[in-house]
C-alpha cells in the first residue's frame, strides 16, 4: 500500500524518482502514456454519453480519484517506488516554494503567462506539449496573476458539511460537500487553484502540467479528511439512485469500468502522511 | 444566449477551453460588463498562442 506524501516533505531522491517516472510515461509509446490522461481528461471534461463524469457534477471527486489512481499506478510501472504526492496549497504558498522548485516542478512562465524557465519541464526539448487546445509545445504558467489559494480556514470549513451533494448535482447545487471543493460554492477550493497557476493548469488540457496531479492529489486527501470525519461507505456518496444523468453510487465511471462505490474506502491502495 | 433584454438572470459566460476554471457571470445589472471581461481574459490567457483544433474537441 501506497502512501502519499506532502511535497514539502519529499527528499531529493523522491524528487528525482518522481520526475522520472512522469517523464518515462511521457515518452512511453504504448499504452496509457502520459498524453494518454491529458487527452482523456479533454474527452471527459464536458458531457459524454449524457453525462458529466469528471466535473460539474457529484462524481467529480470520485472520477477524479479513480484518474489520479490510473496515472500513479502508471508511473509504478516505471518506477514501483513512487507514491503521487500532494501540493498542500494552504501552507505551501509561495511560487518560489515547493513544489515549484527548480528540482521538481520548476517555477513560473515568463512575462506573464509565457513559458516555464526552470527545469525540469522548461521548454519544448525537456517537456513538450503534444496535446492541447493552444499552440504552445512548452509548458507555461502564470502564477498568482489570477485567482487566490484557498486557507486553511478555508479547508476547514468544509470537513463540516455533512452532506456529500445536493440536486440539481451540478455546478447551482446550493449545498453539499462537493460543490465547494469543487468551485461553484464558496470557498471554492478547486477551481481558483487551477487559475492561480495559470498558464495550462487554466485550461481544458490542464494535465499538461505535472503540477495538476499534485492539486488534485489534496483536493483527494482532503476528500480522504471529510470521509475520515463523515464515513468512507456507499451511504455518505450523493445521489444514491435514481437520478438520470447523473453518476449514481453504482454507476460505472466512464472511461475506467468501476462503479464510484468501489472508489469510495480506498485506504486499502494508499493513504495519506 | 438567447437573453430577453427585459431579463434579470445572471448567465454564465465560459469558453470551456479557456476559463472552464473562472467562469464570468453576465446580465443586464451589474455584470452587464461580463463579455468585456470574458474577452480580456480570453486574450490575457491565449497571449501570442493561437487555438488548435482541439479547442473545439468533440465529446463523445
Known amino acids: 500500500m501506497g502512501t502519499r506524501k506532502s511535497v514539502a516533505a519529499l527528499t531529493a531522491t523522491e524528487k528525482a524518482d518522481f520526475v522520472a517516472a512522469v517523464k518515462a510515461l511521457k515518452a512511453q509509446s504504448s499504452g496509457r502514456n502520459y498524453d494518454w490522461f491529458v487527452r482523456t481528461h479533454m474527452d471527459y471534461f464536458s458531457t459524454v454519453s449524457s453525462h458529466n463524469y469528471a466535473h460539474q457534477s457529484s462524481s467529480f471527486l470520485p472520477w477524479h ?36 522548485t527548480s528540482d521538481f516542478m520548476g ?42 489559494l484557498p486557507t486553511t480556514s478555508d479547508a476547514d470549513s468544509v470537513m463540516g458539511v455533512s452532506s456529500y451533494d445536493a ?56 476528500y480522504h479528511l471529510w470521509q475520515a470525519r463523515w464515513g468512507f461507505g456507499a451511504d455518505r456518496y450523493l445521489p444514491g439512485g435514481g437520478v438520470a444523468n447523473v453518476v449514481d453510487v453504482n454507476e460505472t465511471l466512464v472511461p475506467f469500468g468501476v462503479t464510484v462505490a468501489s472508489t469510495l474506502d480506498h485506504r486499502g491502495l494508499y493513504t495519506y502522511a | 444566449m438567447p437573453v430577453a433584454t427585459d431579463s434579470t438572470a445572471t448567465y454564465t459566460a465560459v469558453i470551456s477551453t479557456l476559463n472552464h476554471f473562472d467562469p464570468i457571470p453576465l446580465d443586464e445589472g451589474r455584470h452587464r460588463d461580463g463579455l468585456k471581461k470574458l474577452a480580456k481574459l480570453a486574450v490575457d490567457q491565449l497571449g501570442d498562442q493561437e487555438l488548435t483544433h482541439h479547442a473545439d474537441h468533440s465529446h463523445k
Not at chain 1, 509565457?114 to 493552444?134: E, L
Request: net charge positive; charged share 15%; aromatic share 8%.
Open chain 1, 65 to 100: 480519484r479513480q484518474y489520479l489512481l490510473e496515472l500513479e499506478n502508471a508511473l509504478k510501472a516505471h518506477n514501483p517506488a513512487v507514491d503521487l504526492p500532494y501540493w498542500n496549497w494552504t501552507a505551501n504558498r509561495s511560487t518560489t516554494g515547493p513544489p515549484f
Open chain 1, 107 to 148: 517555477g513560473n512562465g515568463s512575462g506573464g503567462n509565457g513559458p516555464v524557465t526552470t527545469a525540469p519541464f522548461a521548454g519544448s526539448t525537456r517537456w513538450r506539449i503534444n496535446v492541447s487546445a493552444t499552440s504552445s509545445t512548452s509548458l507555461r504558467r502564470a502564477m498568482a496573476l489570477r485567482g487566490s
Open chain 1, 167 to 222: 440536486s440539481p448535482w451540478n455546478s447551482s447545487s446550493s449545498s453539499g460537500l462537493r460543490n465547494r471543493v469543487e468551485g461553484g460554492l464558496a470557498p471554492n477550493l478547486h477551481n481558483r487553484i487551477h487559475v492561480w497557476v495559470g498558464g495550462h493548469m487554466a485550461q481544458i488540457d490542464s494535465p499538461n502540467d505535472p503540477v495538476f496531479f499534485l492539486h488534485h492529489c489534496n483536493v483527494d486527501r482532503l
